[in-house]
């Protein structure tokens, strides 16, 4: 098991995040407690899901508010803050180099080297061994690390590129929409992946628009509307109808 | 693949052209294939990482005049410092090909130009640069140990040229699959993103592939100008050429991100066996040109064809119908989701 999945119980909360889009409210005054497990934010189009993401993930910077990652303040002023605090994002397009393997991928950029004589030479078997733990890890069936990744399923990729996120100290990881462009199996496929790195104590956050399956697999989930979260929920205290409810405004 | 095609090839050669398959016509092969092999291992590179270099030909003629124009400028008939020239006249070549090479890799990274265009424009200023060397005449009178690096022996049957040839390929074979750098130029081809979010900054891997195929070119005219004993600032027409087509008929799809050292190795012994062979079948050499030219093109389509075949969910459109076999026309990005 790796170090990342041995921190238990990140939590990451939001006090008055307030973002504006010229005279436009992306986040009006967001509070919110994300713990270890699955959190969903589910909204509308513009209700600013996406923005409290980019916030987190440190693409963006609110005007006003803080956010604090285990109860210390943090400003995430890139995407690099926030990969220092261990936040890390699932891109939709998953930021994979399609004609390399599995195992490139897990270490593209902190790949493990020997050194020779001074000379820096890379380490494959030992990067192999730790590929096939951390895709075992998030129990997904899964070809041998040195395949191409362009030859996986999209679900498999989703799967390769959680496992590095989960692997390289992601306590929090935070995940737009990872289904939009899955077919049923493969998002039951994801969801068992997410599953599995649940349970080891991580902690993530997904804005999700698949209703029945986040009431299935959330811990906790917040609705948005307009910039405003509307409601917290249980996910046994709520139904699909009163989500959707909360969601368009007719329920308060 | 390849490999099967250069020995039927040359198989065909033998029993047609008498004169073929020789010992010294071999050696003749390899010699000849070694300037066109570093060419195309430096350009390698700049495939791989989704780029490519147009001024290798360019700085194949510039190192080989730079080089030249020390080695016939300082020495006069002198013994005793005959192998501190060539070193001297080596050591300025390759200076040349860092200095042009890192420009580009420069101007590609920091300032964010095509490499298409940026080598296009350098391509004018090396070859502009070797004429202003010597006013476009050719230079010669090198010290004797010029010639013996371009047409000498070791243990006397392996020529100089070639075992330098066997050294570089091991040199690039060694970044391409054995350093970070190798993974980073792949992952720069393959998807930038990837590599940007993935903490590595580009530019430094830019400036190295163009660094690695500036050197690789001037060392190639370096060589070239030892072996006639005669630097020319045109010594690398066609080269571009020839360099290009190694790399694409041993594999590497031009979109980059995938590709071996050992491809391009093999391309520039299979370009050099189509020259020697139309020689000894009494043609004019102009149509190693010709035929090389055709062989990009099928080439490109082969590769194009097995691209498509190793990605997912080809075999899945083939058995539905909505592709014909090989001839699948939408590429990249959609393709992960076509379940």
Known sequence: MSQATQAVGSTVTGTGLTKYYGAVAALDNVNFEFGPGLNAIVGDNGAGKSTLLKILSGVVRPDSGSIAVNGKEVDLKTARDARAVGIESLYQDLALAPTMSICDNIFLGRELTKSYFGVKILDRRAMMAVARNALAEIRIKMPDPATAVRTLSGGQRQAVAVARALHFGARILLLDEPTAALGPRETAAFFDTLRS?????????????????????????????????????????????????FMVGSAS | MLLAVLVLVSVVFSLIAPGFATVGSLDNILVVAVPVALLAMGESLAIYSGGIDLSVGAMLGLGGMSGGAIMSGLYHGQTGTDIGLMLLGLGVALAVGLVGGLFNGFVIGKLKLEP???????????????????????????PPSSFELGNGSLVGFLPILVAIGIVVLFLFLFVERMTTLGRHIFALGANRD????????????????????GVAAAFAGFLKASQFQTATPIAGQNTLLLGVAAVVIGGAPLTGGEGTVLGAGL??????????????????????????????????????????????????RVRAGTVPAGLMLDEGGSEEHAT
């Open chain 2, 116 to 142: 298409l265009i940026v080598t296009l424009g350098t391509l004018g200023i090396f070859g502009g640069a070797a004429d202003l060397i010597s006013g476009g005449e050719p230079l010669s009178s090198f």
């Open chain 2, 267 to 316: 391309g520039a012994i299979l370009i050099s066996v189509l020259e020697n062979g139309f020689v000894e079948l009494g043609l004019q050499s102009y149509w190693q040109v010709v035929a090389v030219g055709a062989l990009v093109i099928v080439a490109v389509y082969v590769s194009q064809v097995q691209q498509r075949r190793k990605t997912f969910g080809y075999r899945h």
């Open chain 2, 194 to 213: 990837a590599l940007v979010r993935a903490g590595v900054t580009p530019n430094g891997v830019i400036l190295w592939v163009y660094a690695l195929a």
């Open chain 1, 197 to 245: 790195a649940v349970r080891q104590d991580g902690t993530v956050v997904m804005v999700g628009h698949n209703l029945p399956q986040v009431l299935q697999m959330a811990n906790r989930i917040i609705v948005m509307r307009a910039g405003h979260v509307v409601a917290k929920f249980l996910p046994e205290e709520t139904s699909v109808e009163k989500l959707t409810g």
